[in-house]
């Protein structure tokens, strides 16, 4: 079956940097859409950045200029750099592909940053 699974999380203090990866098994990455959503305690899960088949980019307002999504093809993986971070980002970090026309979304199971001193 499809997998998309997350890695990288962790605690970090504020100002520093992770890097996420989504490692995807069972599907034509390449034809995937990639976005990154986050889920802090007792709030909806919110998009973070998303790119594209076609390696186009975009962010949330409250990540931009910090977050840095991109993909490797080859390796089927999608990654979040994280620079700059700030305790509001302390959420489980969710990666999701995005099915091409009738294909289905994946999810995958989320990994846990938490930033505090």
């Known amino acids: 079956q499809v997998q998309l699974v997350e890695s990288g999380g962790g605690l970090v203090q504020p100002g520093g940097s992770l890097r996420l990866s989504c490692a995807a098994s069972?599907?034509?990455?390449?034809?995937?859409?990639m976005k990154w959503y986050r889920q802090a305690p007792g709030l909806e899960r919110e998009w973070v950045a998303g790119i594209t088949s076609g390696d186009s980019t975009n962010y949330a307002d409250s990540v931009k200029g910090r977050f840095i999504i991109s993909r490797d093809n080859a390796k089927k993986t999608a990654y979040l750099q994280m620079n700059g971070l700030k305790p509001e980002d302390t959420a489980v970090y969710y990666c999701k592909a995005d099915g091409p026309g009738a294909l289905l979304d994946y999810w995958g199971q989320g990994t846990q940053i938490t930033v505090s001193s």
């Open positions: 069972r599907i034509i990455f390449s034809l995937y859409g």
